[in-house]
């Protein structure tokens, strides 16, 4: 077992939050280092599935996330034009039960708020932006926008697809843009005019397909984001407003009550869904990667956000664990990433929960922290 060490964690992201806070727990020195100068309350959703939700109770937040987001009462999955539904998994107690933890639909800054209360007072600083990173044998030292610098044991790049990090460790390159876009809008229940909603849908169309849920457990706000097709992309992957006819043009073919739901839409979002080819390099050094900095995820598995917190649940217990940052990290990557390697494809495939025949336990069952750490020859 490892004495305290001195780690850095580059993001403040879900993973870089959730890895901070765990190995904080463990009894090592955490410092987080993000470029915003303040966190504002982004429009988005994240569904958090029971995979993510045991993860996140060795923080001692599962309690706030269930007070603040929605359990959903059911998943359904319905067609695009007929609202035929293909696919119901009940979201109550005996599914619980099943995988081990509950599912939530939340906003995605009332997620990152309850994160960051989980961490010690005073390891969050903000206006980082990493600019270097000089290695040493026994250290790294960070060296940042602002002029200042910093010795780590460790440091850990929670970063996201544009990870600096990943550059400096292994070069820049841009992300592969999938030639779709995703639409998102945010509007308080009472816009549907009593119209019913149920908790959690994905709506399957020919070309394309949306996502429809309550965030809050007062179910006063709903999330709709659809997938597009989309030829062009300029290089950059900033949410950007969409006009509103815009929004609800990609609903034209949309069975009737599809359409009456987002007619409920005021201000629109569009942004360009990117990802990366599999890499399966993801430390180097004193230096290791999680989430969207190693793996980016398309969003039609709604996984992305779990497997970060997998990783910052498998990460902190290697680090803890083995005494050199490199077996470590080893022993980290060789427990990680096949199975993110099947989330990514199952991802680009777009097919999971669209039919009964899916065999959702090895994803929601599984517990990232009794993964075994044993690499096997």
Request: hydrophobic content about 45%; charged content about 20%.
């Amino acid at each position: 077992m490892q004495a305290s060490r001195r780690i850095a964690v580059v993001g403040a992201g879900l993973g870089g939050l959730t890895v901070a806070g765990l190995l904080q727990r463990l009894g090592h020195h955490v410092t987080v280092h993000e470029q915003a100068t303040q966190f504002g309350r982004i429009g988005a959703g994240i569904i958090l599935s029971a995979n993510a939700v045991k993860v996140l109770r060795h923080l001692d937040i599962e309690a706030a996330l269930l007070r603040t987001g929605i359990r959903p009462a059911a998943f359904l999955s319905r067609d695009w034009m007929t609202g035929t539904t293909s696919f119901a998994l009940a979201m109550d107690g005996q599914t619980e039960a099943r995988f081990g933890a509950a599912f939530l639909n939340i906003h995605r800054a009332d997620l990152h708020e309850i994160l960051l209360s989980a961490l010690a007072p005073g390891s969050l600083h903000l206006n980082h932006r990493l600019e270097a990173m000089d290695a040493a044998p026994h250290a790294v030292t960070l060296r940042f926008a602002n002029g200042d610098a910093l010795d780590a044991d460790v440091v850990i790049g929670g970063d996201g697809i544009h990870s600096r990090l990943r550059a400096l460790l292994f070069g820049e390159a841009l992300p592969r843009f999938t030639g779709r876009m995703a639409q998102r809008a945010i509007f308080p229940t009472a816009r549907l005019g009593g119209m019913a909603m149920d908790d959690c849908t994905k709506w399957w169309g020919p070309d394309r397909h949306a996502l429809s849920y309550f965030m809050t457990s007062r179910r006063d706000e709903v999330y709709v984001m659809a997938s597009v097709p989309g030829a062009h992309w300029d290089g950059t992957d900033l949410s950007r407003p969409l006009p509103r006819d815009e929004f609800l043009a990609s609903f034209d073919a949309a069975t009737p009550e599809l359409r009456r739901l987002v007619e409920g839409a005021t201000e629109c979002a569009v942004w360009p869904i990117c990802d990366r080819p599999r890499d399966d390099r993801w430390h180097h050094g004193r230096a290791v990667l999680l989430g969207d900095a190693c793996h980016p995820v398309r969003p039609y598995m709604a996984a992305g956000g779990a497997s970060a917190i997998e990783d910052a649940a498998v990460l902190s217990r290697c680090l803890h664990e083995f005494d050199a940052p490199e077996e470590a990290f080893h022993h980290y990557a060789a427990a990680r990433i096949p199975r993110v390697a099947e989330v990514q494809r199952i991802s680009i495939a777009n097919t999971w929960m669209r039919g009964p025949d899916e065999s959702l336990d090895w994803f929601f069952g599984h517990d990232a922290m009794a993964t075994p750490l044993a690499v096997h020859a």
